[in-house]
Nanobody, 122 residues
Framework: QAHFVESGGGLVQPGGSLRLSCAAS????????IAWFRQAPGKEREGVVC????????TYDDSVQGRFTIYRDTAKNTMYLQMDSLTPEDPAVYYC???????????????WGRGLQVTLSS
């Protein structure tokens, strides 16, 4: 069954960096729009960034603009989220998703991961 294989979550110091990965298994990621969402404790799930495959536009949430970077490696069939300058507002469970379009509800995406925990050390 097609799914994502996720890696890269963990503990990081404030101001540090972390890279999240989602490798597509049994489907080809190329041709899909890709997105990252996150959900912090007590908060609703929110979109972090989406790369619209149809027009190539990448849209970041204002809270991560300039600090996070989405990219994909076609040869590895993998999508990534590079997170730099992490702040206390960033810890959350991060979810990757792939769909035809950049939707606002990841559960409606064709494929989405189970989530990666990102935690900041004190």
């Amino acid at each position: 069954q097609a799914h994502f294989v996720e890696s890269g979550g963990g503990l990081v110091q404030p101001g540090g960096s972390l890279r999240l990965s989602c490798a597509a298994s049994d489907f080809v990621l190329d041709g899909y729009s890709i997105a990252w969402f996150r959900q912090a404790p007590g908060k609703e799930r929110e979109g972090v960034v989406c790369w619209n495959f149809m027009d190539g536009r990448i849209t970041y949430d204002d809270s991560v603009q300039g600090r996070f970077t989405i990219y994909r490696d076609t040869a590895k069939n993998t999508m990534y989220l590079q997170m730099d300058s992490l702040t206390p507002e960033d810890p959350a469970v991060y979810y990757c998703g792939a769909d035809a379009f950049c939707g606002s509800l990841i559960s409606a995406y064709d494929f989405w991961g189970r989530g990666l925990q990102v935690t900041l050390s004190s």
